[in-house]
């Protein structure tokens, strides 16, 4: 195509041209002229990568500020160079940038330390575009922690927010007795200072979130629950969430693995009715008590009270074959329609896995048809001995732990 006839074209179709153009490619014609420059800043600064901290401090300072606008997808990590910036600096520059950013639809935070909130949670209020948050802490959550108070309290100012995500979050003493924590697990000690929220007050645990009356989604990843046996929501502002999606990966701690199952059936219990998918990194366990004492004796008569739930998955890299008749157990009431069971290893992406040679393929391939012979011998049981009652609505159970190792049971 010759420039004048490129000329020619509506605006319009320049800009559904550039926006199909890859980002080197847009970057390239942005400097061919000014017109074309005008036409490809949007898109070029449409999502933001921040890879750290010093990253942060100069985007804020050498890009001009009204750039801002054009922002729709934010990814910032806060992790240091050489040099250790103190606290506030991070804080301003997020802040700052934050500002700029009034269409912001879709914001990540990787945080190699904690944020001011005080200064930080009046910019999430105004942020009424955002709907997809995910928070989560990059180093280790024993010395650079990131508090559920402040991942609380930071979500719940988003005004749209619907999509969240949680990972590596560090639970907080002023919410957590110290003496119930397992050795190995970690708690924040100094988040006190993290203001009351509107409508959630101090109360400010992750069970909270579950108030919020926007969000459908939500994940929580890599974060110790042990502490959520017993959730409570009496007296919040929604008592049935709009909760659609609940994903609960488990934390690398296992110290007390049965303490976080049956935190993990809490929250499951605590969804409202508008639950239609549950997927599990971590079997459940029913829990010891569900009610307080006057009423406890009444409990034990009548099943537990959980969502309808259409689809469950579960991860296979995660949960054994042998943990799965007691979550399956657990998951009776619900009215589950299909259940996907997937090996799905974080470690092994297209960018950071390297190429297998043909005799590791085929001993990887080997270990799955072993895994998948150990999933039929728990799901084939299942399946002739379930009760009727309880597993009328299934329909469909699939397992996939490889690109050729599967299995489905169509009923």
Not at 205 to 224: G, H, K, N, Y
């Amino acid at each position: 195509m010759s420039t004048a006839s490129w000329k020619n074209l509506p605006t319009e179709l320049h800009i559904a041209i550039v926006q199909l153009l890859p980002p080197d490619a847009i970057v390239t014609l942005s400097v061919t002229s000014s017109a074309s420059h005008s036409l490809c800043v949007p898109e070029i600064f449409a999502d933001v990568n921040l890879s750290s901290a010093s990253s942060l401090r100069s985007f804020v300072h050498h890009v001009p500020r009204h750039y801002g606008a054009y922002v729709k997808s934010l990814a910032v990590c806060t992790k240091q160079a050489r040099t250790t910036p103190s606290e506030l600096t991070c804080t301003d520059a997020l802040v700052t940038l934050l500002e700029s950013c009034t269409r912001l639809q879709s914001l990540s935070l990787s945080l190699a330390m904690s944020l001011g909130a005080e200064k930080l949670i009046p910019v999430f209020t105004n942020l009424s575009n955002l709907h997809t948050f995910k928070i989560s802490c990059w180093g280790r959550e024993d010395e650079a922690p990131v508090s559920e108070r402040l991942a609380v309290s930071l979500a719940a100012s988003l005004p749209s927010l619907s999509h969240l995500t949680l990972s590596r979050i560090t639970r907080s003493a002023f919410h957590v007795d110290p003496c119930d924590v397992p050795y190995d697990v970690p708690i924040v000690m100094n988040d006190f200072d993290i203001p009351a929220h509107p409508i959630l007050g101090s109360d400010l645990a992750l069970p909270s979130l579950l108030r919020l009356p926007s969000l459908q989604t939500v994940e929580i990843c890599d974060t110790w629950l042990g502490c959520d046996t017993k959730i409570d929501l009496d007296g919040a502002s929604t008592t049935h969430p709009a909760l659609q999606k609940l994903v609960l990966t488990g934390s690398m701690y296992s110290s007390d693995a049965q303490r976080e199952r049956q935190a993990c059936t809490a929250w499951l219990r605590a969804c409202g009715p508008s639950l239609g998918s549950f997927e599990l990194g971590t079997s459940l366990a029913m829990p010891q008590e569900t009610t307080p004492l006057a009423t406890r004796e009444t409990a034990r008569l009548t099943p537990l009270q959980l969502p309808h739930i259409s689809h469950i998955h579960i991860n296979a890299s995660r949960i054994l074959a042998d943990d799965l008749s007691s979550t399956l157990d657990v998951l009776s009431p619900c009215a589950v329609e299909s259940i996907s069971i997937t090996y799905e290893d974080e470690n092994t992406g297209p960018e950071s896995a390297p190429r297998k040679s043909a005799s590791e393929e085929e001993f990887a391939r080997e270990c799955a048809l072993d895994d998948l012979q150990d999933w039929k011998m728990v799901i084939e049981p299942f399946l002739l001995n379930r009760s009727k009652a309880q597993w009328d609505a299934l329909r469909r159970v699939s397992v996939s732990l490889a690109k050729d190792v599967q299995a489905s049971w169509d009923l």
